[in-house]
T-cell receptor, first 113, second 112 residues
Framework: GENVEQHPSTLSVQEGDSAVIKCTYS??????FPWYKQELGKRPQLIID?????GEKKDQRIAVTLNKTAKHFSLHITETQPEDSAVYFC????????????FGKGTMLLVSP | GAVVSQHPSRVICKSGTSVKIECRSL??????MFWYRQFPKQSLMLMAT?????????EQGVEKDKFLINHASLTLSTLTVTSAHPEDSSFYIC????????FGQGTRLTVV
């Protein structure tokens, strides 16, 4: 089955800095890679996703890059703000519609004012 | 995005009793829903895949007789924790997928 590794497990940055979280996956059949943000005690919220036919996607301060050859994808957050502080999860699946998502272990991001 | 509603958000029950958690997709039909368990400071662990009109598929190590799943309609899946024990205390989250996965708000179960 799929295995998703996520690094780092914790990340502390100063407000305004950039943050990068990296994930690798093992199953070459995976073609959908979402990123979720989870605040304490709340549900994971989809913040951005990318499919295998695209190498990069950007939405305001958030971007995701995908390297299918190397089987890794990354989340980039620019101009971080304290409200970006949360746990971020990457995931992978074969089909965004109905396939099981395999999650990374999460990265706790702390943005200090 | 699509809305998935999960109830209750918090529940405290006594050891030996059963607890039912509901997961509803409010604005789309979901033939498949997923149930996860999340321990503090850990990732989401898939427990089972709920399939409308058929039996759920359980992940290895998850007791199907303890965690009963019913997916009777295209918008509702339920998870019943039977004969709950303190070690079942956890955060349970469901998700439904319509091109993308959307999560319920989670249920904090405390068994005393």
């Amino acid at each position: 089955g799929e295995n998703v590794e996520q690094h780092p497990s914790t990340l502390s940055v100063q407000e305004g800095d950039s943050a990068v979280i990296k994930c690798t996956y093992s199953d070459s059949a995976s073609n959908y890679f979402p990123w979720y943000k989870q605040e304490l005690g709340k549900r994971p919220q989809l913040i951005i996703d990318i499919r295998s036919n695209v190498g990069e996607k950007k939405d305001q301060r958030i971007a995701v890059t995908l390297n299918k050859t190397a089987k890794h994808f990354s989340l980039h957050i620019t101009e971080t703000q304290p409200e970006d502080s949360a746990v971020y999860f990457c995931a992978a699946s074969e089909n965004s519609g109905y396939s099981t998502l395999t999650f990374g272990k999460g990265t706790m991001l702390l943005v200090s004012p | 995005g699509a809305v998935v509603s999960q109830h209750p958000s918090r529940v405290i029950c006594k050891s030996g009793t059963s607890v039912k958690i509901e997961c509803r997709s409010l604005d789309f039909q979901a033939t498949t829903m997923f149930w996860y368990r999340q321990f503090p400071k850990q990732s989401l662990m898939l427990m089972a895949t709920s399939n409308e009109g058929s039996k759920a598929t359980y992940e290895q190590g998850v007791e199907k007789d303890k965690f009963l799943i019913n997916h009777a309609s295209l918008t509702l899946s339920t998870l019943t924790v039977t004969s709950a024990h303190p070690e079942d205390s956890s955060f349970y989250i469901c998700s439904a997928q319509e091109t993308r996965a959307f999560f319920g708000q989670g249920t904090r179960l405390t068994v005393v």
